[in-house]
């Protein structure tokens, strides 16, 4: 039960640029949250946007969200090939009985060529 | 540092047997949650549990159970493994509320042959 889609699957750039990777999702949600995973280990939380707010900063990662557009968007400014791995983004789902979980999108693979 | 650890990074079991795949939190976190990983598929939601003793299931719960007897501490147990039980497991910790992110363990990749 994928909530997240991320727009593009896959994105590769070189140094120094920019990279913007997107997200859609489709019911009302509390807060969306951007995860980084390198490849073959675990996800790494990189920062959480609320419902309320429009942007967001931490470091090189600017993170907006249109609520009335059910997107966000993650820019990764100035990347370095470190920033190589796939992102995820992930929204909060009520259980029933009031306990949230999370529900990922698929991902975007983004690859930084020295 | 504050982390999840998973027992281990890499498994093979056969056919039949039962695994256990181990979960420990160091951050006192309420919240402690199963995951497979799968390409194409993304990450889906095995089962979890927001307390010790109890838990919930979450959208794939067939073939597997859960036991959480520790608040840091959550298994994962595979009754009888399966060769379409092979995937990527990522457990993960939270505390309870709505505006946390979770804490992910390295991942452990099970082979089932």
């Known amino acids: 039960s994928q909530q997240g889609e991320e727009d593009p699957q896959a994105l590769s750039i070189q140094e120094g640029e920019n990279a913007t990777m997107n997200c859609s999702y489709k019911?009302?949600?509390?807060?969306l949250q951007w995860y980084r995973q390198n490849s073959g280990r675990g996800l790494v939380h990189l920062i959480l946007i609320r419902s309320n707010e429009r942007e967001k900063h931490s470091g090189r990662l600017r993170v907006t969200l249109d609520t009335s557009k059910k997107s966000s968007s993650l820019l990764i400014t100035a990347s370095r090939a470190a920033d190589t791995a796939s992102y995820f983004c992930a929204t909060v789902s009520m259980f029933s009985g009031g306990y949230n979980k999370l529900i990922f999108g698929a991902g975007t693979r983004l690859a930084v060529h020295p | 540092d504050v982390k999840v650890t998973q027992s281990s990074r890499y498994l093979v079991k056969r056919t039949g047997e039962k695994v256990f795949l181990e979960c420990v939190q160091d951050?006192?976190?309420?919240?402690m949650f199963w995951y497979r990983q799968d390409p194409g598929l993304g990450l889906r939601l095995i089962y979890f549990?927001?307390?010790?003793?109890?838990?919930e299931k979450g959208d794939i719960p067939e073939g597997y159970s859960v036991s959480r007897e520790k608040k840091e501490r959550f298994s994962l147990i595979l009754e009888s493994a399966s060769t379409n039980q092979t995937s990527m497991y990522l457990c993960a910790s939270s505390f309870i509320g709505l505006n946390y992110g979770y804490t992910f363990g390295s991942g452990t990749r099970l082979t089932v042959v």
């Open positions: 951050m006192d976190h309420e919240n």
């Open positions: 549990s927001y307390d010790v003793k109890m838990k």
């Open positions: 019911t009302s949600i509390n807060n």
